[in-house]
């Protein structure tokens, strides 16, 4: 299958426009702040400009903005942020570097590739049966548990089934990465969004549930939909039984493929039960690699090459998380994000129920650009758009519906996302590339989002 060139410049080259965009708009827009909680929650109605000094001296000193005088920032900054923003995201910078290590090591057992096979065997190498099944999972994993990072680990695998069946890498990663962010964009029982949004708006946490799953059967459904139409109209055909039929896992095959596995569950263990983050879970990809290099009796020179290799591979996703982080920072530093909230929520204002909750999920969906973090949006646009929803006759509900709406949509094909770079990268497929595929489908998504939210007011959700 093969692909236009794309007329989208290099990711990287497109994120320091993005960088470069960001620092300009830190002289064009008035800085000003929200008061907050201490635990870093807006307080609603309480946004005050800051004044600006455009002063060379000042400006170009390298100091910083404080709570009583706000600074553009450096066009020096476009370079000095890049450093910041990589050291902010550093623990997720290093585990996606151990994750291609890891699986380095894994491919140069012959594991991986065995064990696939005899997948295509048992299926008949039939994508039409594996993909709903499989996105199933997955989405099912985001939804209710909030899972998305830890995808990472098994973006390689389907990229490597794909091509086996004679696709591209984008379908592999498109199989992972629709069914996981339609999970988020639904989030029936997600604990991320969730446990910080409803309590602002003043529901009970995991209520309206059943609205939710509703929304996650019908998004997935059509996600799976749109998956399968493309991969019919590449001119993909199962292909018999007869070319899957000799398969040869051996019993070290086996005892790796079950201790990966196996990893993967004590991995979701700890990420929901222990509470590791992305420090604990890069040290349990090292401490895997080592593992499985042990169990597929890989000499150290040979095991150690494969590890490095793997990592130099995972090199363009980590620069590009760096630079996603610095956008953030630059944002910040210059003051400016509050007063883009606080413009954009004045828009919401004083209109109809429908009106207001169709305009949240646009209203997120750009905020989200310049907070990808769905946490940290929650925190900032939910305690000002839940009152305005409210006073227009929107539910806490629907306003968190919206939310995560909007929020999903965004982070669909947002550059400014650190997870979707790296998932992008540890596919090696372009940026440009997954924007024009899947572009379609979050403009479908879109409308049967404004459909949501309209027949959610109506029915009094």
């Known amino acids: 299958m093969t692909h236009p060139p794309s007329r989208l410049p290099h990711a990287f080259v497109m994120m320091l426009l993005i960088l470069t965009a960001s620092v300009a708009l830190t002289w064009v827009i008035p800085s000003g702040t929200f008061d907050r909680s201490a635990d870093g929650v807006v307080r609603p109605g309480t946004y005050h400009q800051i004044p600006k000094t455009y002063s060379p001296a000042v400006v170009f ?52 590739d065995a064990g696939i096979e005899r997948l295509l065997a048992i299926t008949s ?17 985001s939804t209710f548990l909030g899972l998305i990072s830890e995808y990472l680990v098994i973006i390689p695998i389907f990229v490597l089934l794909a091509e086996r069946l004679g696709l591209d890498k984008l379908a592999g990663l498109a199989l992972v990465t629709i069914a996981a962010k339609i999970g988020y964009m639904t989030s029936v029982t997600n604990p991320l969004p969730l446990l910080i949004a409803q309590p602002i708006v003043g529901v009970p946490v995991f209520s309206g549930a059943g609205f939710r799953l509703v929304t ?22 199962p292909h018999t039984e007869a070319r899957w039929e000799q398969v040869h ?30 420090l604990e879970l890069g040290a349990f990809y090292i401490l895997l690699g080592i593992v499985i290099a042990l169990m597929g009796k890989v000499p150290s020179r040979e095991a150690a090459g494969a590890f490095l290799e793997g990592m130099k ?10 630079l996603a982080r610095a956008v953030e920072v630059v944002l910040r530093d210059g003051q400016i994000l509050d007063t883009i909230i606080a413009s954009l929520a004045h828009l919401a ?10 305009a949240m999920v ?29 006073l227009a006759g929107v539910s806490g509900q629907v306003s968190v519906s919206a939310f995560i709406f909007g929020n999903g949509l965004t982070n669909t094909i947002t550059p400014t996302s650190g997870m979707l770079l790296a998932f992008l990268a540890t596919a090696k497929v372009p940026y440009g590339q997954w924007v024009r595929f899947v572009i379609p489908l979050v403009g479908i998504l879109l409308m049967v989002s404004l459909v949501a939210v309209a027949l959610a007011v109506l029915v009094g959700l």
């Not at 209203?363 to 758009?385: E, R, Y």
Request: proline share 5%.
């Open 125 to 141: 190498g039939n994508i039409y049966l594996l993909a709903p099944v499989l996105m199933l999972a997955i989405g099912s994993g």
């Open 216 to 237: 996650f059967v019908v998004y997935l459904a059509i996600g799976v939909g749109f998956l399968l139409r493309h991969i019919k109209q590449s001119g993909y055909t």
């Open 362 to 390: 646009l209203i997120q969906m750009a905020l989200d650009v310049l907070i990808p973090s769905t946490s940290g949006q929650a925190a900032v646009t939910m305690p000002i758009l839940g009152p305005i929803g409210h």
């Open 61 to 112: 000193g390298g100091s910083r903005s404080d709570s009583t005088v706000a600074r553009p920032a450096s066009p020096v900054a476009i370079f000095s942020t890049i450093p910041v923003g990589m050291q902010a995201a550093a623990t997720l910078i290093f585990m996606i570097m151990f994750i291609g290590g890891m699986f380095g090591v894994l491919k140069a057992t012959g594991a991986l």
């Open 249 to 278: 896992l051996t019993a070290r095959h086996k005892v790796i493929l079950w201790t990966l596995g196996a990893a993967i569950i004590v991995m979701l263990y700890g990420a929901q039960r222990l509470g590791w983050g992305n």
């Open 349 to 358: 204002e004083g209109r109809h129920p429908v009106i207001v909750a169709q």
């Open 313 to 322: 591979g995972m090199v363009l996703a980590a620069v590009l998380v760096g």
